[in-house]
């Protein structure tokens, strides 16, 4: 796919804005954040926004329609165009098991309709309205799914993690009884959790315009060779990392 030049150096925020809020503390077991984008592109062409993929289950609130959003294996490409704004609840990874009540993998790389999940009630996309549905919603508490956010937090806190027999270690279970829980609970495997959140980082790094020997970097990572590490991190950002990097010319 060819860049939209409007990507480079926050051209974007001419025509876009986004915004976030903390859930209230009661919902927070659940809910990670709260966030929106609004959008006018009244007399300019489509806007084709690559979104990355993270750990986690959205439910949004778009034209009057709300959706469930599985978690994604790659990143996705949302058509902007005209004038919107979309309101989207985050939620924790591993934490949408017990509101959906089958296995998370089961709507991995899907939408369907939030009153599949929901029922037909559901709010109309304001903070208020969805805190009010959120509680009455709001499922018992879940051993297995506070387990797998704690997992998935551990990986995102600790950059020199990158194998999955160390994550199962450290969480005290075996590596298959692992997967099974990512399966269930997050909706992709512990392998790509971790990779996933290694490749942010290293995205991290080329914003603030690091050098990087990515022969050397790929193997720290855990990756057999330069070719498969530039494979991955396509596959997640929807570009190799050199290429990647040529967002951020003036640093």
Known sequence: MVRDARELRGAWAAFQSHGYADPPPDLAAFVSRYWFAEWDLRGQEPYRQKIVPYPSVYLTFLDGAAIVRGPERGHVVRVLEGRGRVFGVTFRPGCFRPFLGVPVSTITGRSLPAAEVFGPDLPRGTVEEVDAFLRAVLPAADPLAELAGAVVAQVQAEPR?????????????????????????????????IRRYRLHEVGERLAAGADIDWARLAGELGYADQAHFTRDFTAMFGEPPTVYAQRYPER
């Open 161 to 193: 993690l990158t194998r999955v027999d160390e994550l199962a270690a450290r969480a005290g279970l075996g590596v298959r009884r692992l997967q099974r829980l990512f399966a269930d609970y997050v909706g992709l495997g512990p392998k790509w959790v």
